[in-house]
């Protein structure tokens, strides 16, 4: 769901700090919805730029002089942009980010009216977690940072006048932020534009070490967007992010590979790019799909090729850009029964590079430990020796890869039990009941318990792909209604998980073991990022 655009049409809307990164995307955002948007900064628009705007310099503005400009303006949503990362002193960030707000309060309090205040906080205000935590909205901040410590007594102030009635107000924490129009300074901004230079040499940052959570900035104008009409948000603090632990080098190399360039990646302390934070972020957002109806909608190639392009080299990056991606970088993919023919990876040549893989298979051999990331050039798995026919097997092993990895994003069910067995001697209706459910349950069970759980976290985080294999090859009519019912399973189940971005669909190979292969690449275009709509599908593969 995304905010619908009559919901802002014709409102009246005061961006603070709107020509700035964050600021600009969401007065593009409202303006495209239809609203009459006024932007206060310090900072001039730029030239051409059709911007309604009022210099003030808001660190130092009286709250008289800020309510006067909201009065005139007859502001029904006021959306805070404005603030400082870096580059001064402690003192200088509590101006900008504590000292603002608490002016914004005092102004918008003043008014006879509620207009809906909209805090752009940072997921810094957390402060650092444990690898494996997703952070939610109800953990106490402790934040570390001079930045994250002054963005949050902003935040307080804009909670604590909402809570006793002075003003409506609403604070969105904000992941790591990318895509066209993102901080030129950042991280991937820094990587932006020197790729985007006219002759780069070798790229230095600092050690990236981190697995960072990361949202376009396109989704953050949408979720102010959402935020500045949803009745249930007022008083609330939101998350927004893509509810994934990237790789920040990941993100780094897979730039660079978008940009056409052969320039080698130089990790060494003191090299800038300012890649130090925290070793581990991310955030739950299912707040944000409950109160605001919103889920971000970038993917993360999208993302970081719009920025190449907004900074300067659209032509290498069109050059360099395959003719097909999977667009699972940093997500990560769990196969049961990877150890089977269609279980293996594809080959080298449609590899994914650096896509996060686990596989578990179905031998009963003492459980091996799960491996850690899983870092490289081209696909790495990792085996796991329970049985997935197990009754609680399905539910730790998912639980296994999320905790490890913070996410599952794709499931191949490939794992196929025989289970029980009839008498092949025995006619049809000759069987009992007691012989030929146990052969049901044993083909069917764990496939829809693994699906259970896994369905869970995709549809909170508001993207998922899930594939079920099944086979036409079977021994006798039982196994043949369990395969079936893994049909049955995608279709139905299709239809009420499909609105949460999550898209089911079954393989059905035939006998020919040299179309493996062949069946391995279909899986991995329904699992993809590509796929953005076939599902409840059961696709008969009469090559493989």
């Not at 790591?176 to 230079?197: N, Q």
Request: include cysteine; charge should be positive; glycine fraction near 12%.
């Amino acid at each position: 769901m995304v905010p619908r655009v009559s919901d802002a049409a014709g409102l009246s809307v005061v961006v603070l700090g709107g020509t700035g990164a964050l600021g600009g995307a969401v007065q593009r955002a409202f303006e495209a919805a239809g609203a009459r948007v006024l932007v206060i900064s310090r900072r001039e628009p730029e030239p051409g730029e059709a911007v309604s705007w009022a210099g003030l310099d808001l660190t130092s503005a009286p709250s008289g002089q800020l309510a006067a400009l909201l009065a005139g303006a007859a502001a029904d949503v006021v959306v805070n942009a404005a603030g400082l990362t870096r580059g001064g002193t402690e003192e200088q960030l509590a101006a900008a980010n504590a000292g603002l707000v608490r002016t914004l309060v005092e102004a918008a309090a003043a008014l006879p009216y509620r207009p809906r205040l909209v805090q752009l906080g940072t997921v810094d205000e957390y402060g650092p977690v444990c690898r494996g935590v997703g952070i939610t909205e109800d953990l106490p901040p402790a934040p570390v940072s001079a930045y994250g410590r002054t963005k949050l007594l902003g935040a307080q102030a804009l909670l604590g006048a909402t809570r006793s009635g002075a003003v409506d107000g609403t604070v969105l924490r904000i992941a790591h932020v990318f895509g066209p129009g993102a901080p030129r300074t950042d991280l991937l901004g820094t990587a932006a534009r020197h790729l985007a230079s006219h002759c780069p040499g070798p790229l230095r940052l600092e050690p990236l070490e981190g697995r960072w959570d990361f949202v376009d900035v396109r989704d953050v104008a949408a979720a102010a967007l959402a935020a500045a009409t949803a009745p249930r948000a007022s008083g609330q603090v939101v998350n927004i992010g893509c509810g994934q632990a990237l790789s920040v080098r990941r993100l780094v190399e897979r730039m660079i590979v978008l940009s056409g360039l052969g320039v080698p990646l130089v990790e060494e302390p003191g090299a800038g790019g300012h890649p130090a934070g925290p070793a581990w972020q991310r955030v739950d957002i299912s707040r944000a799909r409950l109160l605001l109806g919103w889920r971000p909608r970038f993917g993360t190639v999208r993302s970081l090729r719009d920025q190449l392009a907004k900074a300067g080299a659209p032509n290498r990056a069109m050059v360099a850009r395959p003719r097909w991606t999977s667009g699972l970088d940093g997500r990560t993919a769990l196969v049961t029964g990877a150890t089977g023919l269609v279980g293996e990876p594809p080959p080298a040549p449609s590899r994914q590079k650096n896509t996060d893989g686990l596989a578990f298979r179905n031998p009963g051999r003492p459980v091996k430990e799960i491996s850690g990331d899983l870092e490289g050039p081209t696909d790495t798995k990792s085996s796991d020796g329970s049985r997935i026919g197990r009754f609680h097997a399905p539910l730790w092993v998912v639980a296994a890869v999320e905790e490890r990895w913070g996410a599952l994003d794709v499931l191949v069910a490939n794992a196929w039990r025989r289970g029980a067995r009839c008498d092949p001697r025995a006619r049809f209706e000759d069987i009992p009941e007691g012989d030929w459910l146990p052969v049901v349950a044993d083909s069917l069970a764990p496939v829809i318990r693994t699906v259970q759980r896994a369905v869970v976290g995709m549809r909170e985080r508001g993207w998922g792909r899930i594939a079920l294999v099944s086979s036409r090859r079977v021994p006798d009519e039982f196994h043949g209604a369990a395969e079936a019912g893994l049909h049955g399973l995608a279709r139905g189940l299709s239809g009420q998980v499909a609105a949460d971005g999550v898209l089911v669909n079954a393989v059905c190979p035939e006998d020919a073991p040299s179309g493996a292969r062949a069946v391995a690449q279909t899986l991995l275009f329904l699992c993809s990022e590509a796929n953005t709509h076939l599902t409840g599908h059961t696709l008969t593969l009469t090559g493989g």
